[in-house]
């Protein structure tokens, strides 16, 4: 009977010593997740004072922790959160944007992200790269994108007479451009009466050379610079611009006053086209306003750039070179 008694007592100091286990390594357990979870960025961050929204833009922007491990060593970088949620922000313009943005305070956050997508945190032809060529109806030509000397493209055909001006064979372009071209030309013509003119086409480097040097010779590297592309870094050299008024309005400073100009605001992302230099995007395209000028870039992107009113400039930089 006592034998029983010492072995139930026995089983009973066992039986406390499991229970006391389980709980032990439960407890362990619980507390090794909770100094895990004091490890992470989420935890940090929170702490440091940032949203869980906050926290998990941050995280999830910066796959590089060094970004995290400086957030967390200075104050909550408000700016640094909506420069973020900017709807074109790249991250890899991030020191850039930050950078113009000291430089001009008072600009809004969209500008600063805009104008640094598109390099004009540097001056016109400073830092500039050549042409991504291998991008073809893309490529991008402006005051920081220049195409070398040697740079024609192939498929170049003869514009005729009957929709430009000038010697026959002085006026080619692209096939893809001649070929959209013609059927906005008629579309033009049968939903508006109106009679496109091509007054400029394809250029090459030496002819722009020419004309960029005349102007240098005349009155200065400065004014060259205000009325004409250097070599080399004019648009018309892709073959893929055209410049387009009609046999009744051909004059540069009315021809946005023209009935032909607000078909062609209105139509000509239907074939292909998208008004290069706005009115309104001077700062960004770099270019006066030019109401004559139309660059080739295929119809779905035509659509997109004239549905988001943004510049070729602008889409260049975040959905092709992003
Ligand atoms: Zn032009």
Redesign the pocket.
């Known amino acids: 009977m006592a034998k029983k008694l010492k072995l139930k007592k026995k089983f009973k100091i066992i039986g406390i010593i499991i229970i006391l286990l389980i709980i032990g390594s439960i407890i362990g357990v619980k507390q090794y997740k909770i100094y895990k979870y004091h490890q992470t960025y989420e935890y940090k961050l929170m702490e440091h004072g940032y949203t869980k929204d906050e926290t998990s833009l941050l995280i999830n922007t910066f796959n590089d922790t060094s970004k995290l491990d400086e957030l967390l060593n200075q104050n909550i970088d408000k700016t640094l959160l909506n420069l973020i949620n900017e709807k074109y922000f790249i991250l890899n313009n991030l020191d850039r944007y930050e950078a113009y943005l000291k430089k001009n305070p008072k600009l809004s956050l969209d500008n600063v992200v805009t104008l640094v997508n598109v390099n004009r945190d540097n001056n016109y032809y400073e830092n500039v790269v050549a042409t991504d060529t291998s991008k073809d109806i893309l490529m991008l030509v402006n005051k920081y994108n220049h195409l070398n000397e040697d740079y024609t493209p192939e498929d170049l055909v003869i514009i005729s007479q009957n929709y430009s001006w000038g010697d026959l064979g002085s006026q080619k372009t692209r096939k893809i451009v001649y070929d959209a071209f013609q059927n906005m030309w008629n579309a033009a013509n049968s939903e508006a009466s109106i009679y496109l003119m091509v007054s400029?086409s394809y250029r090459d480097y030496k002819s722009q050379e020419i004309v960029y040097n005349n102007y240098k010779s005349l009155k200065g590297e400065k004014y060259a610079d205000s009325i004409a592309a250097r070599p080399g870094y004019?648009?018309?050299q892709t073959g893929l611009?055209?410049?387009i008024f009609t046999k009744t309005s051909s004059n540069k400073n009315t021809f946005k006053d023209s009935d032909a100009y607000t078909w062609l605001i209105n139509n000509s992302y239907k074939y292909g086209f998208i008004l290069?230099y706005p009115e309104d995007k001077v700062n960004i395209t770099g270019y006066e306003a030019?109401s004559?000028?139309y660059r080739y870039v295929g119809i779905d992107i035509a659509t997109f750039i004239h549905d988001n009113n943004i510049t070729f400039d602008e889409y260049y930089a975040y959905y092709i070179n992003k």
């Open positions: 400029s004019s648009e018309h611009s055209l410049d290069r030019e004559w000028h």
